[in-house]
């Protein structure tokens, strides 16, 4: 019987080993960066000294000593730059938030137009996102304020809809809600709609996958929010007065009043946008096999039923991950407002209070702090969403 002896193969060199190599060369990156990292730290610092410049944050309790046109929130002109800052971010998100819900539904819209077996409708749903899309959003920001919102009628000749809505080049003019004693009733109704309205979409989803069997949440859902509100509205004395806008003067008195710099903004971002969300809906759409469009129609589904329950649920896990850039692109390019005057963050804060504090360090990177939680935040939100969308292997 013979017997075969196996040796271990040599363990390579100190030098030559893998791991060692790697730990090296990260350890010696890390080096490289946190010495770079402190030669610039150390060297700004060392100007500011200089040039008796101040890095702190002790500056946001002082008076900021202006007036801002248009807030959000509460503002008065003897408020601290902390407050300034305040209202920038309300007014950034406030620009956001509209900006995205108007660029999806415009952007849908146009989506779904432009795979119109029309040739009409299909060649200005193109030429509508080939030209705007093509075109700086900038100087669009520019032409619907300048070319558009400034050249309306002044107040005294206001575009009026029924004594209740009035645009004019002083801005845009409407009823102001004034909530009385009991109105938080009616909120809470509007919460607690809200909740059921989503356990009804929930549950109507799991019933149709489950039994095939179609319940229509979304319309059941829209009802309760609706009716439950207004019912305890209702009950509990109409809880709510109106402060209605009227021409005193040279101008509008009373109401809600946006300036024409918003509106401007708010249509320049919406429509640029929603050019690119089309794309993405268009190619969303079509990533999906035609195949399934033929096996609905064989099963006689209704086409928006088709569209809705079989073609927008898969192409949504194409769509999702390009319409968040999208989304963090729209927030971000509200920075542009400060070229038409509209008291956004970068306007009141990087602007007006640089130039008055001069704490141009803590104002810039507060205002890069702002923007990159904004945009981690949206992207952390429809990341997880986009996480439910996708397909589970078994």
Not at 9 to 15: A, D, H, N, V
Not at 127 to 153: C, D, H, S
Not at 298 to 310: D, E, H, N, W, Y
Request: hydrophobic share 50%; net charge positive; aromatic share 12%.
């Amino acid at each position: 019987m013979s017997s075969s002896t196996s040796t271990a193969p040599p363990r390579p060199s100190f030098l030559n080993d893998a791991g060692v190599r790697a730990f090296f060369y990260q350890a010696a990156v890390f080096v490289a960066v946190t010495g770079l990292l402190y030669y610039l730290v150390s060297n700004t610092i060392t100007n500011m000294s200089q040039r008796n410049m101040s890095a702190g944050f002790d500056f946001l309790d002082v008076s900021a000593g202006f007036n801002i046109a248009f807030t959000l929130i509460p503002y008065r002109e003897g408020d601290s730059y902390l407050r300034v800052f305040q209202v920038g971010i309300a007014n950034t998100l406030l620009v956001a938030v509209i900006g995205i819900v108007f660029a999806t539904i415009i952007g849908l819209i146009v989506g779904l137009a432009r795979l119109s077996t029309n040739w009409l409708i299909g060649t200005l749903a193109r030429w509508y996102i080939e030209v705007l899309r093509n075109t700086p959003l900038l100087l669009q920001i520019i032409a619907w304020y300048f070319g558009v919102f400034n050249l309306l009628p002044r107040p005294r000749e206001s575009i009026d809809w029924g004594g209740l809505f009035f645009l004019n080049n002083r801005g845009f003019y409407m009823p102001g809600p004034v909530p009385q004693e009991g109105f938080g009733w009616t909120l809470a109704a509007l919460l607690v709609a809200v909740l059921g309205a989503v356990g009804i979409v929930m549950w109507s989803n799991r019933r149709r996958r489950a039994t095939g069997r179609i319940f229509p949440g979304g319309t059941a859902a829209t009802a309760l929010i609706i009716l439950l509100p207004l019912a305890v509205f209702y009950a509990s004395g109409a809880p709510l007065a109106w402060d209605w806008p009227a021409l005193r003067g040279f101008n509008f008195v009373g109401g809600l009043s946006v300036p024409p710099a918003f509106c401007a903004l708010v249509v320049a971002l919406s429509i640029y946008t929603s050019c690119f969300i089309a794309e993405i809906v268009r190619a969303g759409i079509q990533s999906v096999a035609h195949g399934q469009t033929e096996a609905a129609r064989a099963l006689g589904v209704k086409p928006s039923r088709t569209m809705r329950f079989i073609i927008l649920p898969q192409a949504m896990r194409v769509i999702i991950p390009p319409l968040i850039s999208q989304y963090l692109n729209l927030t971000k390019n509200s920075s542009l407002a400060i070229a038409i005057g509209f008291p956004d963050l970068v306007s009141v804060w990087m602007n007006t209070s640089l130039n008055q504090s001069g704490r141009a360090i803590p104002i810039v990177a507060m205002t890069m702090a702002f923007y990159c939680v904004v945009s981690l935040a949206v992207s952390g939100l429809l990341n997880l969403y986009n996480r439910r969308m996708q397909l589970t292997e078994r």
